[in-house]
């Protein structure tokens, strides 16, 4: 069938006819002839082309477009492309569950022809496939004839088209979906373009392609500009070889989506504000510390009666999709989930391994750490010739506290930590890092700790290691990388505001995978993408490798876009604010991430972006004409999408110029900010400052920091601090072990401020123990990882005092706390019959081997000097003398015969440790001698 011929603006094109039977089948579904196809759906589909193409489609109206008007439209920039939209109005999402679309074969299908130079078709096959082709051809012509004599017969009914018309364009009725629209009228206007003109870029020639099905490949403008104008369309006519002109039909221009230019009013004053510098007098506005006056340009947006854009409300996830019940309405700030609850149960029998087991599982360790370690050792012959004992779970648990421990007292080599010199060794690391073989031998602390950096794998030692890295290139850390995943998203509910950054690993070595960074302070290594919520690390996807599969192949995502759909994609909640910085946003994924019921706000770029250029505001480098446009504010709303309603683009003049995309404000307007304990120039006193600033920028500010904040809590006492390491996979252990460690810290604190909120609401007795530090957090972690015995054991205490109501138990102490000797508190330690009466109700604890290995004296090393009384009788004998005099030889005990029966020195018993030492013992037991035993 032949187009129509072009028609001047006001001409009426020939009317559509009403769906013809034929056959018994109503043609109503669009497409072009397929001559080379020899099924009967031919002569639907032939059908439905000549409807589809005489009737105009049907529009329906958008009801959840936002009722207020902006308060005045200046200008209408170009629009966005149309073909998306309609695309995705007239198929189904291909992520929908319920959508029956067939999937892909998996392996080649050789049942069908695919081309005439097949060679798997038979000649007879190819003869009855070329008469069932002309058949279909004949038929298809028949019916096309029938619908053009049809289209030429209908009556016109001019009345009752202006009047459904008119309607159609106010938006007054609503359209069935078994009714089409009555056809009107298509006015349409000749728009030029010229390839001289900057303003058209990619951009703008990319949806004209696909609106005229036209291929938009090509690296350069000018391809594609030259395919527009050489095309020979009816919409297209050529002027020059640099110019041509385009049909752009009105009824079609004003249900797509454009941007609208906005008219702000000026900021009303605000009491106790200097509106030339924005802030009180006295005092000057953070971004403003020169005291610039600022001219009269600051304007709100959409702050009138009906203006304000009203956004979908913070909801929960149904559970299931046949549950009739709407979930309750989840909390908006983020927090423990029950299941985390319940793994950590009480706060009062709490220990930090408790939290910690929330990130990384003891299924995880036994069967992706020591199973797959074991069995590469088995791989490469370990215990031939030499020794070797097979790893196992609370080991490594004590090397993941070793890592820790190196994270707070940094070494040069983590050998240093088994030395004997006196300022970088431990002995009592040494000590728990031995390993005892079956023939009563012993692997020393640092050949351990190599044989574990030389063995250590998180994969099956058995596979095909370059086949994997084919498919996956970080497979040899995927389990962990799962596990943190999983994990983190299980133990945590998002509250309505996250953010999404990238997370950057430093790596010395050398990897194919490292990445180049220079605008980092980590330098280079690897980097992910994360979605966390206020320091929690809720999920990752790192940038090696392809990127996920989400949808939305009409958007043509990015791969960064397609990171962050699947990050989003994973939020427990719908309608959750997303806050991003300028290298991820863009209108496409503001589109994608509300067509996942989520919202998102954050600064933008302006070359590429999807912003109107209307309002890009270029950077002056002329001090006098920056300081003359500060305060200038710009707004656009883009009107008529479906698919992302009510997105605002904004501008800003400040310190330079600054763009931004939201679809989480409702307004634009400038806040009267409060900033308590500002030093007044003026009254030379601390009081509060008020200063201006636009809502934009205030909740960018507020709720962007969060990936920043876990990066902090990670890198405060990160165990790679002086750490070269060769293979990429122990940086990603490292982080690893740093991101479940943040985590831990995240829900132990949230969980404790929730806990005193409920007290100091219910005004009831506080019964929780004093609430760690961050430092002490890890500090405890260490010890239960270091010592799983003593883990055990104070958890027992711990329960036990819960139940007595005892919230100073010792068990429970912080090493810098001096709680231990709560009980020596009623003694009067100026009368010696009254410590004597103490020390003999209390008898000293023996040092043995054993104990020393052990967590048993915890707080010995802490590095805090402990409270100590005097021993008046004779009896007693410094206990660490004999216990040192037992380790020597006969030839030294004989030299040293007074160190068996020490009473010479005066005699302290540390209130801490509860030990009896004389005063060289006690410099030397707590770590401050030459000779840490």
């Known amino acids: 069938m032949a187009d129509p011929p072009p028609s001047t603006a006001g001409e009426a094109p020939p009317m559509s006819p009403q769906p013809t039977q034929t056959n018994g089948n109503t043609a109503e579904s669009s497409g072009p002839v397929a001559k080379s196809s020899p099924f009967a759906k031919l002569l639907t589909q032939a059908a439905a082309a000549a409807t589809s193409f005489l009737s105009p489609p049907a529009r329906a109206i958008n009801t959840s477009e936002p009722s207020s008007e902006p308060s005045a439209i200046t200008t209408i920039t170009h629009a966005t492309p149309a073909a998306a939209a309609a695309k995705r109005s007239a198929q189904p999402d291909s992520d929908d569950e319920s959508s029956t679309a067939p999937k892909k074969p998996r392996y080649a299908d050789f049942t069908t022809k695919k081309s005439d130079d097949d060679s798997l078709m038979s000649a007879e096959d190819e003869m009855l496939w070329e008469q069932e082709n002309a058949k279909m051809e004949q038929m298809a012509k028949e019916t096309l004839d029938a619908e053009e004599r049809a289209a030429e017969n209908m009556p016109l009914d001019p009345v009752a088209n202006n009047v459904v018309a008119e309607n159609f364009q106010e938006g007054q009725i609503n359209i069935g979906d078994d009714e089409a629209p009555p056809p ?44 527009l104008r050489d095309c020979g369309k009816d919409d297209v006519r050529k002027i020059n070889d640099k110019v041509f002109e385009m049909k752009h039909y009105d009824d079609v221009e004003a249900t797509l989506p454009q941007w609208v230019i906005l008219n702000g009013e000026p900021v009303p004053n605000v009491e106790g504000i200097n509106m030339d510098l924005g802030a009180t007098e006295g005092f000057y506005n953070p971004t403003n510390p020169d005291k610039v006056p600022i001219a009269d340009n600051r304007r709100n947006f ?129 000590n728990v890092m031995e390993k005892k073989c079956r023939d009563g031998t012993t692997i020393s602390a640092v050949d351990r700790l190599r044989q574990l950096r030389r063995l250590m794998c998180m994969y099956d030692p058995r596979v095909d290691i370059r086949e994997e890295t084919k498919k996956d290139p970080l497979f040899k850390v995927r389990p962990l990388l799962d596990e943190l995943n999983t994990q983190a998203r299980k133990m945590w509910r998002t509250g309505k505001w996250v953010s999404i950054d990238e997370q950057t690993l430093g790596f010395k070595g ?29 999920s990752f996807f790192f940038r090696h490798g392809d990127a996920p599969n989400v949808g939305h ?126 030093w007044n120039l003026i009254d030379r006193e601390t009081q509060t400052m008020k200063f201006l600033r636009p809502n934009f920028i205030d909740l960018y500010n507020k709720w962007m920091n969060s990936v920043d904040l876990s990066d902090q809590l990670r890198n405060n006492y990160r165990p790679d601090a002086w750490m070269r390491q060769r293979k990429w996979w122990w940086a990603f252990f490292i982080w690893g072990i740093g991101v479940a460690t943040t ?57 036990a005092a819960a139940k007595k109501g005892d919230v100073s138990v010792e ?70 003398c004999r216990y040192k005099w037992k380790k020597m030889d006969e030839d030294e005990q004989e030299r040293c015969r007074e160190m068996e029966q020490n009473r010479t020195h005066m005699l302290r018993r540390c209130l801490t440790c509860n030990v009896n030492l004389c005063w060289k013992c006690d410099f030397e037991w707590h770590g401050e001698g030459a000779g840490n035993s």
């Not at 793994?343 to 408790?354: E, H, K, Q």
Request: aromatic share 10%.
């Open 553 to 678: 192949p009409d958007l043509d995502l990015s791969p960064t876009a397609r990171r962050v759909i699947w990050l989003a994609k994973r939020l427990p909640n719908v309608w959750t604010c997303i806050f991003m910085d300028n290298l991820f946003n863009s209108r496409k994924l503001f589109t994608a991430l509300y067509l996942e019921h989520c919202l998102a706000h954050g600064v933008v770029r302006t070359n590429g972006r999807g912003i109107p250029e209307a309002i890009i505001i270029p950077r002056e480098t002329n001090p006098s004409k920056h300081n003359a446009m500060r305060g200038t504010t710009k707004a656009a709303l883009l009107k008529n999408s479906k698919d992302c309603p009510g997105l605002i683009s904004a501008a800003l003049v400040d310190v330079g110029p600054v763009h931004i995309l939201s679809t989480v404000i409702e307004c634009i307007e400038w806040l009267a900010i409060e900033r308590e304990g500002v």
């Open 184 to 227: 009107t009228e298509r006015t349409f206007t000749w728009k030029r373009y010229d390839i001289d003109d900057r303003k058209i870029t990619d951009a703008v020639l990319k949806p004209l392609l696909r609106r005229l099905d036209l291929p938009v490949s090509g690296a350069k403008k000018r391809v594609r500009f030259e395919r």
């Open 743 to 799: 985590n831990a810290w995240k829900i132990y604190e949230t969980m404790y401020d929730e806990e005193m909120e409920k007290i100091k609401k219910n005004k009831s007795k506080n019964t929780l123990p004093r609430k760690w530090t961050h430092l002490e957090f890890i500090l405890e972690l260490i010890e239960d990882l270091m010592f799983p015995d003593e883990y055990e054991k104070k958890k027992e205490q711990l329960c």
């Open 510 to 538: 050398k990897s194919g995978l490292k990445l180049r960074i220079s605008y980092k302070r980590e330098g280079d290594g690897f980097q992910c993408d994360a979605l966390c919520d206020r320091g929690y690390t809720f």
């Open 302 to 430: 959409l702050t009138g009666p009906g203006q304000r854009i009203k956004r979908p409300e913070f909801a929960a996830k149904p559970t299931k999709k046949t549950d009739s019940k709407p979930p309750p309405p989840p909390p908006l700030n983020g927090g423990p989930t029950k299941k985390a609850r319940e793994i950590v149960g009480s706060l009062n029998c709490a220990r930090p391994f408790d939290f910690f087991k929330t990130q990384i599982t003891d299924d995880f360790v036994q069967h992706n750490m020591v199973d797959t370690t074991n069995a590469r050792a088995v791989c490469q012959g370990e215990g031939v010739n030499t020794k070797f004992v097979p790893f196992d779970k609370p080991e490594m648990f004590k090397f993941i506290g070793f890592f820790m421990a190196n994270g707070v007292c940094p070494r040069p080599q983590l050998e240093q930590w088994f030395s004997d010199n006196w300022i970088l060794g431990n002995s009592a690391m040494k």
């Open 811 to 880: 068990s429970n102490k912080s090493t810098r706390s001096g709680k231990s000797f709560s009980s020596f508190s009623s003694v009067d330690v100026s009368s010696a019959e009254s410590v004597n009466e103490y020390l003999e109700e209390n008898k000293a604890d023996f040092i043995t081997e054993k104990r020393l290995q052990s967590n048993y004296f915890s707080a010995r090393f802490d590095g805090v000097r402990h409270a100590s009384v005097p021993i008046f009788n004779l009896g007693p004998r410094c206990q660490y």
